[in-house]
């Protein structure tokens, strides 16, 4: 899944690169409400399969639209309703799906750098269980503010997967979290990440880290620059044309 709100040569570049290192996979673009990418998924013909989605997003306005810095926050932190708004009205199957980002740097096949969770229903860079031993409190999504917004029901199994570039999930984990998600208004005010990883732990889908060397490349945190992408990686954040 290759989400984009633009059709710069960035965005085109990083794409192309996705197809080269992983033929035959079928790659669907998705566009957060911005341009649409040939043959792609328009998230405003998608949004009216959610009623109560319909009238949060349509102040964004028409393709092409200048939108507000509170407009654009709106759609960075519900990233993750592209995706479920897409699988319902799929034309595409498969068995597995990674998260692509326009920002995503791809000089790998998926399958190798995934190899080590293949099979898993969830996995993504970072895990994060605010309830285990282990719990991960530096991550930002964690403070007070933040976990205030979800809703009681779901606070018990608070968790949070980063970044949602390059998440990978099982078709089957992906249909329950979709359906769930978006029969919940009450979980719109939830970050992305950790409103995934939150109702993934609800649903008993537990959550795998790629690899102990996957956050080195794939960040939430850095954005790299050209010259340190060189060797086989899922490498995000990459904002220029390399």
Aim: aromatic content about 10%; overall charge negative.
């Amino acid at each position: 899944m290759f989400l984009h709100h633009d059709t710069d040569p960035v965005t085109q570049r990083h794409l192309e690169l996705v197809r080269e290192h992983n033929p035959g996979c079928p790659v669907v673009t998705i566009s957060q409400w911005g341009k649409v990418l040939p043959g792609g998924y328009d998230t405003r013909q998608l949004v009216g399969q959610v009623p109560w989605l319909v009238d949060v997003f349509a102040q964004l306005g028409d393709v092409g639209a200048t939108l507000t810095e509170k407009q654009k926050i709106l759609i960075w932190r519900n990233t993750d309703l592209a995706i479920y708004l897409w699988y319902r009205q799929r034309a595409e199957r498969a068995r597995r799906w990674i998260v692509v980002e326009w920002d995503v740097h791809c000089n790998t096949p998926m399958r190798d750098f995934y190899a080590r969770v293949w099979d898993a229903d969830l996995a993504a860079s970072e895990v994060h269980r605010a309830h285990s031993p282990d719990a991960m409190w530096h991550w930002y999504w964690f403070n007070e503010e933040e976990r205030g917004h979800l809703p009681e029901w779901l606070a018990p199994y608070t968790a949070g997967v980063s970044p949602l570039a390059g998440v990978l999930l099982s078709d089957a984990a992906l249909a329950e979290i979709s359906e769930s998600i978006l029969s919940s208004a009450d979980l719109l005010p939830v970050f992305c990440e950790l409103r995934l990883g939150s109702i993934a732990q609800y649903l008993g889908f537990v959550a795998e880290p790629i690899s102990p060397v996957a956050p080195q490349t794939l960040s939430g945190r850095v954005e790299f620059d050209p010259a340190e992408i060189r060797s086989p990686a899922i490498w995000h954040k990459v904002k220029r044309l390399v």
